[in-house]
């Protein structure tokens, strides 16, 4: 059994599933507090038209060589933007409907950029499935390079970031940047999203980045709990989901993300006691 | 700095795209002292208590809070004013425990990464015995408080950076009648302390007796003094668009104005 971990790929699977806990655990957890979770799908959804778009753009000679996680992120950017201008002036209604209107105009432009491509279309869908194990080399420093960004500044700005999703009038009051704070939040979500893509897909990004998060909410009694829950939560997902599928030959993420669901399902059940 | 009026609102008028919130509201608040914004809903209490703290934009006039002008100081102002949002505002979803709360406050101001030290600790404990929280619920989630005990919470993290006047948007939104009374309490005592405070509320009935000042607001100040003066019928009719009956007991007027809590 040991001997499967001396497998390259799946030894970056590992360290891919150990750098995404760490992204939930932090990232994910105040996506939950603040009430972004729905957000996180609508980027993951830009970032898959945006990877298409720089697909095209390469197949077709205009942006020869682009790589099509620059175009997840230029996308990814866009929406996080929009929706965070509308979280500043608008109401709830407001902030739904935009990201909703945003995550449909995404899967279209997606789908539309993909039927163009062709041939290549195969990249854009491997984008929207995703598999850890088929990480590469780059795709992990990439990993690592956010993941310790995202720890840093979470971990630096933990108190501010609390008090303005704890209660976000005081936060004004106390003269806190909270534009700021939104923003930063808003950014190292889509970046986090945007290094997930390939091993977890689309779909499933929201999955473990959010799920994790939302089921040690449940359980918690303090903030940093929360953190730490999500940290182990999605651990378990990400390492159970990847050794079931090495035994049952099926995609790890889908695993992960039916694993997740399950902790999170016992979590509604330890709430209600 | 002037050190007897707490705030002082010259010809105030804001307005937002859409409609007027507030229009040539005047008055001065004598240091220390209890006043009470009064109004229907939509009546610019909120606005006024946001516009007080700099935190809006004004079309007209002038706030001073001690003296100074909230926009010309905002960074002074802001260490000078605790403000107890609504209940409803908190975001109680969020597992964070009661002296926690309080915490909070104090170390975001200190800047990111402080480390609490054994004299802040003692601190919280101190402010949160000052506003009669029970220490069995110090560890509790802010969620499993009761109405009253999350505004007592709320209060205590409006203290603990020592300000010298305290804004409570709706204190009473789901407080009992006897915990009405404790807060009053802890507020009159902070009045001893050099504390001023203006609350929002909709029903000035249960707390008259501690209330120093009164502003009737509808988008205009309608009446501002002592709330016998304010407390009339025709300043009632004036602010809420009805008739409200007044009843007279000793030297207490008390309006029977319902409840017009949304």
């Not at chain 1, 990847?242 to 889908?254: K, M, R």
């Not at chain 2, 509320?201 to 009446?223: F, S």
Request: proline share 4%.
């Amino acid at each position: 059994m040991l001997e499967i971990f001396a497998n390259p790929f799946i030894l970056r699977a590992l360290v891919a599933v150990v750098l995404m806990a760490m992204i939930s655990g932090t990232i994910g957890s105040f996506t939950v507090f603040r009430g972004y979770s729905f957000l996180i799908a609508g980027i993951a959804h830009a970032a898959m038209a945006g990877a298409a778009f720089a697909i095209f753009l390469d197949y077709y000679g205009i942006l020869p060589n682009m790589h099509p996680l620059f175009g997840a992120l230029i996308f990814g950017l866009i929406m996080t933007f929009t929706v965070g201008y509308f979280s500043q002036k608008g109401s709830h209604e407001t902030i739904d409907i935009a990201i909703g209107i945003s995550f449909a105009m995404a899967m279209s432009m997606a789908i539309l950029f993909i039927s163009m491509i062709r041939e290549y279309a195969v990249q854009a869908w491997g984008l929207i499935m995703g598999d850890l194990l088929l990480l590469t080399m780059f795709d992990l420093i990439l990993l690592v390079i956010i993941t310790s960004i995202t720890v840093f500044l979470v971990i630096l700005f933990y108190r501010e970031m609390l008090l303005i999703a704890f209660d976000i009038e005081s936060a004004y009051a106390l003269g806190l940047r909270v534009s700021f704070y939104n923003y930063l939040i808003l950014i190292l979500s889509t970046f986090s999203v945007v290094v997930m893509l390939k091993g977890v897909g689309a779909i499933l990004v929201y999955v473990l980045l959010v799920i994790p998060a939302a089921a040690a909410n449940n359980i918690a009694k303090t903030a940093s709990s929360v953190m730490i829950f999500a940290l182990i939560f999605a651990l378990i997902s990400g390492v159970l989901g990847l050794i079931l599928s090495l035994l049952l030959d099926v995609a790890p993420s889908a695993l992960a993300g039916i694993i997740a669901t399950l902790i999170y399902l016992v979590s509604l059940v330890i709430k209600r006691d | 700095m002037s050190d007897s009026i707490a705030v002082e609102v010259r010809n105030l008028r804001v307005a937002y795209p859409d409609t007027i919130a507030l229009d040539n509201v005047n008055f001065e608040l004598p240091h220390p002292s209890i006043m009470v914004v009064m109004g229907p809903n939509g009546a610019g209490k909120t606005t006024l208590l946001k516009a007080i703290m700099g935190l809006i934009h004004i079309q007209n006039g002038s706030i001073k809070v001690f003296g100074i002008d909230v926009f010309e100081h905002p960074d002074k102002i802001r260490r000078m004013i605790g403000y107890v949002p609504q209940r409803e505002k908190v975001s109680e979803h969020i597992p964070v425990r009661t002296r926690d709360v309080v915490l909070l406050a104090k170390l975001v101001r200190s800047g990111p990464l402080t480390i609490p030290t054994r004299r802040d600790i003692e601190e919280i404990k101190e402010i949160l015995d000052a506003v009669s929280l029970p220490r069995d619920t110090w560890n509790k989630r802010f969620s499993e408080l009761s109405g009253g005990q999350k505004q007592k919470a709320l209060i205590a993290r409006a203290l603990v950076l020592k300000p010298k006047l305290l804004l409570l948007d709706e204190p009473f939104s789901g407080v009992d009648a006897p915990s009405q009374h404790e807060i009053m309490e802890i507020l009159s005592d902070l009045r001893k302390k050099g504390i001023s405070t203006i609350l929002v509320t909709h029903d000035i009935n249960p707390i008259i007796e501690y209330v120093d000042y009164m502003l009737l607001l509808n988008r205009k100040a309608i009446a501002y003094g002592r709330p016998n003066e304010v407390l009339t019928e025709e300043n009632l009719t004036k602010a809420y668009g009805m008739k409200i009956k007044l009843i007279v007991h000793g030297e207490v007027c008390y309006a029977i104005t319902g409840d017009y809590h949304a």
